[in-house]
T-cell receptor, first 114, second 110 residues
Framework: NAGVTQTPKFRILKIGQSMTLQCTQD?????MYWYRQDPGMGLKLIYY???????DKGEVPNGYNVSRSTTEDFPLRLELAAPSQTSVYFC?????????????FGPGTRLTVL | KNEVEQSPQNLTAQEGEFITINCSYS?????LHWLQQHPGGGIVSLFM???GKKKHGRLIATINIQEKHSSLHITASHPRDSAVYICAVYWGNTGNQFYFGTGTSLTVIP
């Protein structure tokens, strides 16, 4: 199994550009999550999904959108990129929810908005 | 206000030492997670706890629900244990009530 894969690994965007961060898992996990990690700060949940077709907001959803059309994929869309979105983005998945299961993390995407 | 506080923020130890990292939280929780972030940035989940104690190899995690406190212990520390250790707590009954500490940076010197 490849586990959780994310693409791209690095990206530089100009202010106002848009992009999609890809996340795929091959473990047939129901739950998927997107986090961002800013320097010196804890990870923060952006969006999560409990299954195909079901998504919900986390702590910091503004400026982002998600979709979950299949069990495997959970892309994160950034519209109108802003410097405040410069961060490292991690995707994670788990079979059960956070109160019952550990999470598997992708390698991260380092995004810089200039 | 941080829902999750970790101590110490930074820790340097000699190889072979017994290490303790602490996590305190301010709300009633359903579960607590310990994660390890490698120097290259990758994150690995170590433990999920809702009560008691768990052990995996040289790592031991404990939780005291009444005192709202958890500890991560590393026995016989090794330079490969050098990483950032992150505590995260989950409360409530929806998936978005999941908060992370800022981490404890551990360096183990040979």
């Amino acid at each position: 199994n490849a586990g959780v894969t994310q693409t791209p690994k690095f990206r530089i965007l100009k202010i106002g550009q848009s992009m999609t961060l890809q996340c795929t898992q091959d473990m047939n996990h129901n739950y998927m999550y997107w986090y961002r990690q800013d320097p010196g700060m804890g990870l923060k949940l952006i969006y999560y999904s409990v299954g195909a077709g079901i998504t919900d907001k986390g702590e910091v959803p503004n400026g982002y959108n998600v979709s979950r059309s299949t069990t495997e994929d959970f892309p994160l869309r950034l519209e109108l990129a802003a410097p405040s979105q410069t961060s490292v983005y991690f995707c994670a998945s788990s079979y059960l929810g956070t109160d019952a299961d550990t999470q598997y993390f992708g390698p991260g995407t380092r995004l810089t908005v200039l | 206000k941080n829902e999750v506080e970790q101590s110490p923020q930074n820790l340097t130890a000699q190889e072979g030492e017994f290490i303790t990292i602490n996590c305190s939280y301010s709300v009633g929780i359903s579960a607590l997670h310990w994660l390890q972030q490698h120097p290259g940035g990758g994150i690995v989940s170590l433990f999920m706890l809702s009560s008691g104690k768990k052990k995996h190899g040289r790592l031991i995690a404990t939780i005291n629900i009444q005192e709202k406190h958890s500890s991560l212990h590393i026995t016989a520390s090794h330079p490969r244990d050098s990483a950032v250790y992150i505590c995260a707590v989950y409360w409530g009954n929806t998936g978005n009530q999941f908060y992370f500490g800022t981490g404890t940076s551990l360096t183990v010197i040979p």
